[in-house]
């Protein structure tokens, strides 16, 4: 869905004030820094798998859904820097501080900037707010409301919620740094006499954004429309993930081993619970390209490291299921559009069409399970989105009135039971248990299943390859959707 993505391409460094929070009172300052090291070679007898649906995961049964142990990503080969640095600030100015970083990233990441970066310490504070004017001057409220009414029909936001203060409350409380491509500037927080080791992180991780646009040219640009939703989420976990990389190395060469292990953990298998503070697909949307986008660099980092990355640049992932499953990145899949679907009728107008990923997909599931049991694990309905192939999300408004049209394309993934088709039940699952109060219902169509519920009617449709359900408050308007 176009808003998810949009949450998560305006949201610059937000994830990382809680994925650093371990380490800020634990630095330390070890011996200091020695020369770039040299790429090591892989290891005799480690084989490299690019077929494995997620980047080298350990895949863990518990019961249904399968879910990921992302530790075995994240392991020694991904996360360990040669050498060791002592604190940036030496007592020589901030300016001084920048350089100093701007050399270890520059070592790190096997790259050289080509001119000086306009770094721009401020407060925290400050760059929150510029971060907040800037999202709402492209996030019109108009444009919101019609988002947040489609959210509401899709059960991923609560009625009365205001998705626009809502989001923009996230950035100003958890943005610590920012960077413009287009004007080659950067902002982060630093306003003292000396940077606290949580500011390195930060520097680091915007930094190689900055080094990266300038050597490789970071992928894609912030796209009104909304088709190209799904894969503007993609460009941007491969940027984020390539920042994030950046910054635990950075860390490992900080921090010592025990304060590593805990800054890794973040990364590691957990359980989310229910919260009435963020609606839940907005933290997993600024989540994605941080944490996905993470393990999709790691899945080419090894055994290959940083001259393998730099490959991906010259052909960014086209869809969140490439970087869900980095084997289809590498068989270079072609993603396809399911069947338009027919007019609801002259009164509910134009319809609005907007990319619907593999992420999109997997954020409906967790957020069910998250509505029916009171927590989540994120990432653990991503066996279950494996085959998507394509989907797009059609939305009709008159007044407060919503219909919906969900159509996706099933690439047919073999179940355990040899069946071939997946994507029916899992859509036919998640309808289910977010509508619990569904009754079933006379669909009048061929191969359809249809229900009632909160007054409005349901229709579930797998045909072929094609997936398609359409809801909406006029049983004679959903139906005529499906031609």
């Given at each position: 869905m176009f808003?998810?993505?949009l949450?998560a391409a305006?949201?610059a460094?937000?994830a ?5 929070g371990?380490?800020v009172?634990k ?7 020695e ?8 290891p ?6 690019d ?5 080298a995961p ?13 530790q075995e ?7 360990r ?6 604190p940036a600030s ?7 501080d920048v350089?100093t970083?701007s ?13 000086p970066v ?6 925290r ?5 510029r ?7 492209r996030y019109g409220?108009?444009?919101?409301a ?5 959210l ?5 936001l609560?009625e009365?919620?205001?998705?626009r ?28 006499d000396a940077?606290?080791p949580?500011?390195e ?10 080094l990266?646009?300038q ?13 190209l939703g799904?894969t503007?989420?993609?460009h941007?976990?491969l940027?984020e993930g390539?920042a ?18 805990a800054?890794?953990?973040r ?23 941080y944490?996905?986008?993470?393990l999709?660099v790691c899945s080419?980092w090894?055994p ?7 490959r991906m640049?010259?052909r960014?992932?086209a ?10 990145y ?7 559009l399911p ?9 509910w ?6 990319s619907?990923g ?5 954020v409906?599931?967790e ?5 029916s ?24 408004l008159r007044?407060?009135?919503t219909?919906i049209?969900l159509?996706l394309?099933d ?5 355990p039971?040899?069946r071939d ?11 289910l248990e977010s509508f619990p ?7 009048r169509?061929r ?8 007054g409005e009617?349901?229709i579930?449709?797998c045909k072929g ?5 359409g809801k909406?408050?006029s049983?004679?308007?959903?139906r005529r959707?499906?031609?």
């Amino acid at each position: 869905m176009f808003v998810l993505r949009l949450v998560a391409a305006i949201v610059a460094i937000a994830a990382l004030t809680e994925l650093t929070g371990d380490l800020v009172d634990k630095a330390r300052a070890p011996a200091p820094e020695e020369p770039r090291a040299a790429a090591p070679e892989t290891p005799a007898g480690e084989e490299d798998d690019d077929r494995r649906s997620r980047p080298a995961p350990q895949l863990v049964h518990e019961g249904d859904p399968t879910v990921y142990d992302a530790q075995e990503v994240l392991d020694g080969r991904c996360t360990r820097q040669r050498g060791s640095f002592g604190p940036a600030s030496r007592g020589s100015g901030l300016d001084d501080d920048v350089a100093t970083i701007s050399r270890r990233v520059e070592r790190i990441r096997w790259l050289d900037f080509r001119r000086p970066v306009d770094t721009r310490l401020v407060s925290r504070s400050e760059v929150g707010a510029r971060f907040v004017s800037s999202y709402l001057r492209r996030y019109g409220e108009r444009e919101a409301a019609r988002d947040q009414q489609v959210l509401v029909a899709l059960r991923l936001l609560p009625e009365g919620a205001d998705l626009r203060e809502l989001t923009a409350g996230l950035l100003g409380q958890g943005v610590a740094g920012f960077y413009s491509p287009r004007k080659d500037r950067l902002y982060a927080g630093g306003s003292g006499d000396a940077l606290t080791p949580y500011d390195e992180m930060v520097l680091a991780h915007e930094l190689d954004h900055a080094l990266v646009d300038q050597a490789l040219r970071l992928p894609g640009t912030l796209s009104r429309d909304p088709m190209l939703g799904d894969t503007m989420l993609a460009h941007q976990a491969l940027g984020e993930g390539d920042a994030t990389l950046v910054m635990i190395r950075y860390a490992a060469a900080r921090f010592t081993e025990g304060e590593l292990d805990a800054f890794l953990s973040r990364f590691t298998q957990r359980t989310v619970q229910a919260s009435t503070d963020v609606p839940y697909f907005v933290a997993r949307a600024s989540e994605f390209p941080y944490y996905e986008g993470l393990l999709f660099v790691c899945s080419e980092w090894r055994p290959r490291e940083w001259d393998a990355v730099d490959r991906m640049y010259l052909r960014p992932p086209a869809s969140t299921a490439d970087v869900l499953f980095p084997f289809r990145y590498h068989e270079d899949n072609e993603v396809e559009l399911p069947r338009s679907p027919a007019s609801p009728g002259a009164a509910w107008g134009r319809p609005r069409a907007a990319s619907f990923g593999a992420f999109d997909l997997m954020v409906l599931l967790e957020n069910a399970d998250l509505a029916s049991k009171g927590e989540t694990i994120p990432g653990s309905h991503v066996d279950a989105v494996r085959g998507w192939d394509g989907g797009v999300l059609h939305s009709w408004l008159r007044g407060p009135r919503t219909t919906i049209h969900l159509g996706l394309v099933d690439a047919g993934v073999e179940t355990p039971d040899g069946r071939d088709r997946r994507l029916c039940g899992v859509l036919r699952r998640w309808f289910l248990e977010s509508f619990p109060d569904a009754t079933l219902a006379r669909p009048r169509i061929r191969s359809a299943e249809a229900w009632k519920t909160g007054g409005e009617l349901a229709i579930l449709r797998c045909k072929g390859r094609e997936v398609e359900l359409g809801k909406g408050p006029s049983p004679r308007a959903v139906r005529r959707l499906f031609g």
